[in-house]
């Protein structure tokens, strides 16, 4: 059985709420990349900071307002779903997305792919673990989980996308995932990640869960860090 709907509430005030614990991240995550700048053990884990922050702050916040944090996919219910439609969405997602990435480096570097330096399937188990620990459950939890659920009682036009009835707290939630890559790395090619945390949404409403958008998040990342080292 699903968790319920969480119970709508007065709008300027969650609008507020959503907003100070945005602000509130950012600025932790400027710290912790201050932090790193100081080098060794510091820069080794700087990354703990902003990942407690991600998973503790909606979870004070949600039971302050007597909100049920599994009413906004911040459960570990059916896993094995999870799971699935995460292998599912890569499988979709994961083919055009080496091929692109190689025609667009080879199209802007004329690098060349040495699949010879494609990393051993010990590197992927462990750096899979690292990113689904340190960097996607976290971000997922705050983001899909706390922002993205959220915002949805605000809004009552939805729109059905293969099958997912879907509002403006998705969009709302990857730009904001977006713009906070910009702390670490002032870029605009960091605002990209606006494009999966939209099938990061999708994944979270179609499973009731930000378990499913976890996986594919830390497996993205991944990939990408693979194929970096493959096109050198």
């Known amino acids: 059985m699903s968790p319920p709907r969480p119970a709508p509430a007065p709008s300027r005030r969650v609008v507020g709420e959503v907003a100070a614990l945005v602000t509130l991240a950012m600025i932790v995550l400027f710290v912790a990349e201050a932090i790193g700048r100081l080098g060794g053990v510091f820069q080794e884990n700087q990354g703990a900071l902003t990942a407690i922050f991600f998973l503790v ?3 004070i ?6 909100l049920d944090p599994a009413a906004f996919g911040l459960h570990g219910d059916r896993p094995v779903r999870a799971v699935l439609a995460a292998l599912a969405a890569g499988a979709v997602v994961f083919p055009p997305y080496v091929l692109g990435f190689g025609a667009w480096v080879g199209l802007l570097d004329h690098a060349v792919a040495d699949w010879s330096r494609l990393p051993a399937p010990s590197w992927w188990a462990w ?3 690292v990113h689904l620990v340190v960097v996607a459950l976290p971000e997922e939890a705050f983001f899909r ?3 993205q659920g959220r915002l949805a009682p605000l809004f009552g ?3 059905q ?3 997912v009835a879907l509002g403006p707290e998705v969009v709302l939630a990857s730009a904001l995932f977006a713009l906070v890559h910009l702390v670490a790395i002032p870029a605009p090619f960091r605002l990209a990640v606006f494009f999966p945390g939209l099938l990061f949404g999708w994944l979270r409403q179609r499973t009731g869960s930000v378990l499913a958008p976890a ?3 830390a497996a993205s990342n991944v990939v990408l860090a693979a194929l970096n080292t493959v096109y050198g």
């Open 127 to 129: 750096w899979f673990f």
């Open 57 to 59: 702050a909606p979870w």
């Open 161 to 163: 996308v293969l099958g």
């Open 215 to 217: 996986l594919l998040h």
């Open 61 to 66: 916040v949600l039971r302050r307002r007597g």
């Open 145 to 147: 989980g706390y922002v």
């Open 157 to 159: 036009r939805r729109i």
